[in-house]
């Protein structure tokens, strides 16, 4: 079992930043891959990056080159960090673990999510 916690969502301007963080606890951390996922209202949710436990990441086409996934074994955390946010980055954010270590861009894949952390980039 994996529990998940969020934070550091929030309101930005456009052209701002934030960086996300998810905090797990349970066992085995550093073999699950990680990802998040976002949903803004009335849409979807859709992938934004993932990592797996050897660090191979993979993104969004709309996030390339503005968003960095990392994660920190030692502090079971994951972090997204979000540069050059736009008013369509507004959404909820949610982390999620996979235990098959696909870190792929499919809800399916991923057996725990987090509560979500909302993130509000005004124009």
């Known amino acids: 079992q994996v529990q998940l916690v969020e934070s550091g969502g929030g309101l930005v301007q456009a052209g701002g930043s934030l960086r996300l963080s998810c905090a797990a606890s349970?066992?085995?951390?550093?073999?699950?891959?990680m990802g998040w996922f976002r949903q803004a209202p009335g849409k979807e949710r859709e992938f934004v990056a993932a990592v797996s436990w050897g660090g191979r990441t993979g993104y969004a086409d709309s996030v390339k080159g503005r968003f960095t996934i990392s994660r920190d074994n030692a502090k079971n955390t994951v972090y997204l960090q979000m540069n050059n946010l736009k008013p369509e980055d507004t959404a909820g954010y949610y982390c999620?673990?996979?235990?098959?270590?696909?870190?792929?861009?499919?809800?399916?894949?991923?057996?725990?999510w987090g509560q979500g952390t909302q993130v509000t980039v005004s124009s």
């Open positions: 349970g066992r085995s951390f550093s073999y699950y891959a």
């Open positions: 999620a673990a996979d235990g098959g270590n696909h870190a792929s861009k499919t809800e399916g894949d991923y057996d725990y």
